[in-house]
């Protein structure tokens, strides 16, 4: 092999491995940006900061996109990881499903302005904070994946704890909603907003289980 | 040149194809099985390190194989080598493991038995003891570089995009060894019957002289190719795919253990080495390839768990073991048989 080819192997390596950190990074960047999203709507409105919040998740979206599109080129064009580009496509994708959850979070949000009483200010407050934490989890998991795959139960097994708290968070958050003096109409959009927020632990929870398989195949 | 020798040394050429045909394929057939390596490539680098083995390293080998059986007339070798090419033919269409080395070893045994030459039984057994030793120490090799790997790649923390780079480079280092061990430990299979019959007079170019015996690996060496570049495509394609389960690692470290196993028993140096330090020597043989490859499979397997092995296809080395060198010893025989009785020729 020639001196050149071996470079430009190495490079183009070295290329694919900063695409896949950086397209990781935007994951933890939306879920900080979704995160204080939610908590400046709770504490004033859809207003300038929300937006700018809203407009940051918009963005680090459409970068992951272009991202996700150059990891999969990449794979695909050079025939990179053939064993597992099949996993680590799978799971790009998956985790790009987090951003749009965010991102569709918020826009609900910014269109539809639920009306959420401060009775209910701390539940969603807590259900944000716990979804969050479940992502971020999993985007450690995901880091762990490509470099240490030993480490990734370490990780999901923490996905799955904070899954488990949003789903008794968000239970309760709608036993209370429903318990409240307001309209039925009132009630079952909260719920939506309470649902499309523990969805993002959920689907959290899903991409760790192909993470498992995913590390199993890799350590083997 | 006598044209007749052409004809003659057409047996060993058409064994060396087969060779390269079928064996090229435990060198890179998971590399290219698995696209971790392109065809192209592979057969390039394949093709070339397999010349240099050959014409390198490949006396060690062939005087073992002379001392078995010093077939004196080019006829006598020419049956030799067609009783083992049909040998790994008819095995290779039964589905049965084969081994080029196996046959030609049964091949010159059936010479012995026809001329009325002794066998020495004490190479014999020698020779022998290598077929079990080699899938053995191929496996004991594999087993150790592996947990040596994977200990590495545990702490190394590499990024899995680095560590495929890295595997693939590996793949084509591995691969050059491997052809080359492969061309050092398997030409005598391919000409060593025809060395004692001095078909090739010594040949001058410029400064160097080749001799008949160089001029015969290099010949060899080339039919091993030509067979690595027509034919092996497919075998490579299907090897890479009934292992397709094992990892690019895994496969990497299969390719190295088989390369050290047929280097180790074709290795002048090495001899020389051991015998320096009043050591034992390690016989050079030619082994199979092919078994070589499957050793180092089953020991990675067994370190994962005895769940991966396949015993069909042990029991089929085993087979092989016996039923190639019978086989190709019957057809020497009565090919002999024929060719002094019928065609008139002058066997031993």
């Known amino acids: 092999m020639s001196r050149m080819t071996k470079l430009r192997l190495f490079g183009r390596t070295k290329d694919l491995e900063g695409q896949i950190d950086e397209f990781l990074d935007k994951i933890s960047e939306a879920a900080v940006m979704f995160r204080l999203g939610v908590r400046t709507y709770l504490k004033e409105g859809a207003n300038g900061d929300f937006k700018s919040k809203l407009k940051a998740v918009n963005t680090l979206e459409s970068e992951a996109d272009n991202l996700r599109r150059n990891i999969e080129k990449e794979l695909y064009t050079h025939t990179l990881i053939p064993d597992a580009r099949g996993d680590v496509l799978g799971l790009v994708e998956t985790l790009d499903h987090l951003l749009n959850l965010f991102e569709g979070t918020l826009w609900a949000i910014a269109i539809e302005k639920p009306q959420i009483s401060d009775e209910f200010v701390s539940g969603f407050r807590k259900l944000t904070n716990m979804v969050v934490q479940a992502a971020d989890a999993l985007v450690l998991a995901a880091r762990s994946f490509f470099r240490t795959p030993h480490m990734v139960g370490d990780h999901n097994h923490k996905v799955m704890i904070y899954e488990k708290e949003a789903d008794k968070i968000s239970t309760q958050l709608k036993m209370d909603i429903f318990d409240a003096d307001i309209d039925l109409a009132h009630k079952a959009h909260l719920r939506n907003f309470v649902e499309q927020i523990d969805n993002v632990a959920d689907w959290a929870e899903d991409v760790a289980d192909r993470l498992a398989i995913y590390a199993i195949k890799r350590t083997v | ?348």
């Open chain 2, 1 to 348: 040149m006598d044209p007749l020798v052409l004809i003659f040394l057409s047996s060993g050429l058409f064994l060396g194809w087969a060779l390269g045909a079928n064996d090229a394929a435990n060198v890179f057939g998971t590399a290219v099985g698995t696209r971790m390596v392109q065809w192209s490539t592979a057969a390039i680098i394949c093709s070339i390190f397999v010349i240099l083995g050959a014409a390198v390293s490949g006396a060690g080998t062939s005087t073992t194989l002379g001392k078995l059986g010093s077939i004196s007339t080019l006829a006598g070798a020419f049956m030799t080598a067609l009783a083992a090419a049909i040998s790994v033919y008819l095995m290779t269409k039964s589905g049965l493991a084969v081994s080029t080395s196996q046959a030609i070893v049964g091949g010159i045994v059936g010479w012995n038995l026809f001329a009325n030459a002794p066998t020495d039984t004490t190479i014999l057994t020698k020779i022998v003891s290598t077929w079990f030793l080699c899938p053995v120490l191929s496996a004991v090799i594999a087993v150790v570089l592996y947990k040596a790997l994977r200990l590495y790649l545990r702490h190394a923390e590499l990024h899995l995009v680095r560590t495929d780079a890295y595997l693939r480079v590996g793949l084509l280092m591995a691969g050059a060894f491997g052809a080359y061990a492969l061309g050092a430990n398997n030409i005598a299979n391919v000409v060593g019957v025809f060395i004692p019959a001095k078909p090739f007079p010594d040949l001058t170019l410029g400064a160097t002289t080749l001799s008949g015996t160089q001029q015969l690996f290099l010949l060899g060496g080339f039919a091993i190719a030509i067979g690595v570049m027509t034919y092996s495509r497919g075998v490579m394609m299907t090897v890479g795919g009934e292992l397709g389960r094992i990892s690019p690692a895994a496969a990497f470290i299969a390719v190295i253990a088989h390369s050290i196993v047929l280097f180790i028993f074709a290795s002048r140096g090495l001899e020389a080495l051991l015998l320096d330090a009043g050591l034992p020597t390690i016989p050079l043989v030619p082994v199979s390839s092919s078994q070589a490859v499957v050793g180092a499979v089953v020991g990675i397997a067994i370190l994962q768990g005895v769940h991966g092995i396949r015993w069909r296809v042990l029991g089929n080395i085993m087979l092989g073991w016996v039923a190639t060198p019978v086989m190709a010893g019957l057809i020497c025989f009565f090919g002999l048989f024929f060719l002094q009785n019928v065609f008139g020729q002058k066997v031993f």
